[in-house]
């Protein structure tokens, strides 16, 4: 069997290991922007503002189908990449006899297969930690203490400066459900206990909004869940346990901060020269970038678990 042509053209594998490095970028500059909300908004605010972009991001049509552009990028990169490594490995099995790579090359160049697979090893672990819990593990739903005024006989007490406690789920809606009311089915619907005789009847495959008794959905909390694995804070008010490894997690996800960033120093700028756009008016800008954006970006990501461990 006859190789395709993208496997032949020596031009079309280096367009699109471009494409999809350049698209990866793209990703990391989207997913950054999410995972700040970790650290720069606080309190309620902030559990309620990340749960929401992690359910819009699961939910949304255009999104998911930039996730599995997305996830065949990450493969397609990784695969081609170690088989470029390979080709030219065999088409100079031996080295020169005199070879100063150090004169020749930037560091980062020399072990790009190697960064990459790292990177690769890395997302594979990170993803079986979130978002792997997320789709097929058990993820508690948010919840929020709520205060209403006490009640005599079904009416409030104006005498009574004092509000009565309960915790309740925080829905897709907008709203709020005293968990003392509400059952939760197929991990995040969230059903009146009234209806559980007639919910038992209907077929587990099939729950529409809209046709079944089901109030609304809830957000998972993926907020907390990101708190407990990188910090150490043993009092988590929804019942998930704290990473006792979260020091080794978080050092783990600098290093690989650090090896991403010297992935990027190579791979930003040579993307673009790969694809054909390079002059002398502006190599030197879109070089400049490709340094900026390498350091800044993982540095970015490194900071979010480090100030988790640190304060949470």
């Not at 929401?52 to 065949?72: D, G, V």
Request: aromatic share 16%.
């Amino acid at each position: 069997m006859s190789k395709s042509a993208i496997l032949k053209s020596s031009i079309a594998r280096k367009w699109w290991m471009a494409l999809t490095g350049l698209f990866l970028c793209l990703f990391l500059v989207g997913h950054l922007l999410g995972n700040l909300q970790l650290i720069f908004i606080d309190g309620v605010e902030g559990k309620r503002a990340f749960n929401e972009y992690a359910y819009f991001m699961t939910h949304n049509p255009l999104i998911k189908i930039m996730s599995y552009l997305t996830y065949f990028s990450i493969l397609f990169h990784a695969a081609f990449g170690i088989y470029l490594t390979i080709k030219n490995k065999k088409a100079r099995p031996i080295n020169y006899a005199y070879n100063k790579p150090g004169t020749n090359s930037s560091t980062p160049s020399r072990y790009m297969a190697v960064l990459g697979t790292a990177i690769l090893v890395f997302i594979v672990l990170h993803m079986s930690a979130f978002w792997g819990k997320m789709h097929f593990g058990e993820v508690p739903l948010h919840t929020e203490k709520i205060y209403f005024p006490l009640v005599s006989n079904n009416v409030e007490d104006p005498t009574n400066p004092y509000d009565a406690e309960a915790l309740a789920y925080y829905t897709t809606e907008g709203d709020y459900l005293d968990t003392a009311t509400i059952i939760v089915k197929n991990g995040d619907e969230l059903y009146y206990k009234s209806f559980e005789k007639e919910i038992q009847k209907e077929d587990p495959s099939y729950s529409k909004v809209g046709d079944n008794p089901v109030y609304a959905k809830g957000y998972k909390d993926l907020h907390s869940m990101t708190l407990a694995y990188f910090g150490h804070d043993k009092s988590n008010d929804v019942g998930i346990p704290a990473n006792k490894y979260a020091l080794i997690a978080m050092v783990l996800y600098v290093l690989a901060m650090i090896v991403m960033a010297f992935h990027l120093w190579h791979g930003f700028a040579s993307a673009f020269q790969s694809l054909g756009l390079k002059n002398k008016k502006y190599t030197p800008l879109i070089s400049g970038f490709g340094k900026v954006f390498s350091v800044l970006v993982p540095l970015a990501f490194a900071i979010i678990p480090i100030i988790i461990f640190l304060t949470k």
